[in-house]
């Protein structure tokens, strides 16, 4: 049930319920490279999504998800081992992370000067051990948001409510805008991806978006 404010209410944001599609056991290794410079990242996670979330709140405009590509396995162990091999052959190429990745995990695993190299290795590690290869990772970002999209409408539509709320009763100095930028950022990921959110979120929340949204950015 979406949550109502009285005038005198002051607005405590609420942990931002992103879309999570973790699996018991399913793991992922990825493979992201940046849109701007000759670096990539390598890892393993259960929750793609959410590990790009972490990595760069705008991680659509970061990584260039045209060449990123996800290796998935059933196990844990599996995404150690093609992890493990993709550092070691590259070792001697590691990289420090570039500035605006989050400090939080993101700063280890870094290489530059081989994206085609770990590319290739990746697709043979699939190719000979039977895995499944998401490439593009764009197409598997856009069918994982998919599913998401029967949860956006009400999800947009509360936070929306609880920004406006703030926009219109608080001084600036009390306004947090971390979910002026949690709501912007998750509709220009729809966006960026080719995902028309027309249909998908409220007349107001489009409204909202189009005309800005505050100007959080």
Not at 7 to 15: A, D, N, S, T
Not at 158 to 165: A, F, K, Q, S, V
Request: aromatic letters at 12%; charged letters at 25%; hydrophobic letters at 40%.
């Amino acid at each position: 049930m979406m949550k109502t404010f009285s005038i005198e209410e002051p607005v405590v944001h609420e942990e931002v319920a992103y879309p999570r599609f973790a699996g018991r056991g399913r793991t992922y290794v990825y493979v992201l490279p940046c849109r701007d410079e000759d670096l990539l990242k390598v890892g393993f996670s259960r929750d793609p999504l959410d590990r790009l979330r972490t990595l760069h709140r705008r991680f659509f405009e970061f990584f260039d998800l045209e060449r990123g590509l996800l290796i998935h396995t059933d196990h844990l162990r599996d995404a150690r081992q093609i992890e493990r091999l993709l550092i070691t052959t590259f070792a001697a190429h590691n990289a420090t992370a570039p500035f605006g990745v989050s400090a939080s995990g993101g700063h280890t695993e870094w290489f530059c000067g081989v994206a085609s190299e770990v590319d290739a290795l990746a697709r043979q590690v699939c190719a000979e051990q039977g895995y499944v290869l998401y490439a593009p990772l764009s197409a598997w970002l856009r069918e994982r948001l998919g599913e998401w999209s029967d949860r956006l409408f009400d999800w947009s539509a509360h936070m929306l409510e609880m920004l406006e709320y703030e926009h219109f009763n608080l001084p600036p100095e009390q306004r947090d805008e971390r979910g002026i930028r949690a709501l912007r950022d998750m509709l220009d990921a729809y966006a960026a991806l080719g995902i028309e959110i027309q249909g998908l979120v409220s007349t107001p929340v489009l409204a909202w978006y189009q005309s800005g949204g505050f100007m959080a950015r």
